[in-house]
């Protein structure tokens, strides 16, 4: 299939957590690789993490202000909305001078002003959704977009209004490299622990005390994303427990750590969901429960009835019965190879590149139908 290689210059708006930034990086990765004349530009709400990825990705960001509202109490709800003016008219000065070909919205809150202040300005829309069900962000701005992306075939059906492709949701290209299971922790039965970009609590209570519930220790190891304020007494619990472990707040080399892992357990956020179908890893998911419209439960379930992970709620997660299923998986690697392999089914691991595919033909449409006018006006002059 061809490609346009033509440089581009991309505004991408949004980020807040990894769900929400990882897509964008992939795409500008993307875009990047096929004409380094290519200009992105990253607009976020300033938050350190999103800033310290983005300047470790080499990518150019500006922030604008923006809070959420959903989920928070009254008095935070009042703060945002008091900035959305000073956000929308930030928004309108950096898309006038940026002036970009296309502005690429990924979702979060941070998006809003900037997206509405691209079609203000009469530039081309485009939306990435990420999850199984949309977000609230995503349900207000569509109407503004050219198109939206989506990561799961039932969200394309579920908004029902055209413009809307089933992508899958672009993984960045670093992890494509963890190819096959890495056996770098002498022949162990190795467990994958991540709660997502910032760790997650419940997830590190129940994984440490379900080691308790672990005979024969010497089979296991478990490498531990765990979030910046439980790291110590993780590390300390392991050590106590004398199972074999690797501890960090956060994995900078990701694509090491999955191709390590038989089996991970982890949140259900969409892209932790894209990175491990699109390399074809077995998980237990433990959707957060308080996510916005329950959307990592959908994200679960989408997977977990066509046999490609397991799962178990928060709510019902027993130490002792995490423990079982480590020792079932362990002990039945046929299982987990299923597994592995009904969700290698789900995987788009091209999602970035028939995105930017996609985003290049929506320019080069703009960019015949300004020449068109343009020798109209000559003609008629």
């Not at 061809?2 to 505004?11: A, G, H």
């Not at 990047?32 to 607009?43: D, Q, W």
């Not at 928004?91 to 070909?101: A, E, G, N, Q, T």
């Not at 809003?112 to 207000?140: C, D, H, S, Y």
Request: aromatic residues 8%; positive net charge; proline residues 4%.
């Amino acid at each position: 299939m061809t490609t346009d290689s033509r440089p581009m210059r991309v505004l991408i708006a949004g980020g807040g957590t990894g769900g929400h930034l990882f897509p964008g990086i992939a795409v500008a990765q993307e875009i990047m690789k096929r004409n380094a004349a290519s200009k992105v530009l990253f607009v976020n709400a300033g938050k350190p993490f999103e800033q310290a990825v983005l300047a470790r990705a080499g990518f150019a960001q500006v922030t604008i202000p923006a809070e959420g509202i959903k989920g928070r109490r009254l008095r935070q709800k009042l703060q945002a909305v008091r900035k959305v003016p000073a956000g929308i008219t930030r928004s309108l000065k950096i898309v006038s001078r940026f002036k970009p070909d296309i502005v690429v919205g990924l979702g979060s809150y941070a998006s809003g002003a900037v997206v509405l202040a691209g079609w203000l300005l009469g530039k081309k829309i485009v939306l990435f959704e990420q999850n199984r069900l949309p977000g609230m962000t995503n349900r207000i701005l569509m109407y503004l977009a050219h198109r939206c992306y989506v990561a799961f075939p039932g969200t394309r059906e579920g908004m029902k209004r055209k413009g809307v492709l089933f992508t899958g949701n672009p993984v960045r290209k670093t992890l494509l490299t963890a190819t096959g299971a890495a056996k770098a922790h002498g022949g162990k039965f190795t467990v994958l622990v991540i709660g997502g970009s910032q760790g997650a609590h419940a997830i590190n209570v129940a994984v440490t005390r379900a080691l308790s519930f672990l005979a024969e220790k010497e089979r296991f190891h478990f490498i531990h994303q765990t979030g910046a304020a439980d790291a110590a007494w993780v590390r300390n619990v392991y050590a106590a427990s004398r199972v074999s472990a690797t501890v960090a707040p956060f994995f900078e080399d990701m694509e090491k750590q999955y191709a390590a892992a038989d089996w991970v357990v982890c949140r259900s956020g969409a892209t932790t969901v894209a990175e491990l179908t699109a390399l074809g890893k077995p998980a237990l998911f433990i959707p957060f429960p308080f996510a916005a419209d329950n959307h990592q439960m959908f994200n679960a379930r989408e997977l977990a009835e066509a046999g490609a992970a397991d799962v178990i709620f928060q709510e019902s997660l027993d130490p002792g019965a995490l423990a079982e299923k480590i020792r079932h998986y362990a002990d039945h690697p046929e299982v987990l190879s299923r597994m592995a392999a009904r969700a290698k089914a789900f995987g788009r691991p091209d999602a970035a590149v028939a995105i930017v595919n996609d985003m290049a033909r929506l320019v080069r449409g703009r960019r015949e139908k300004g020449r068109t006018r343009l020798k109209g006006r000559k003609g008629a002059s």
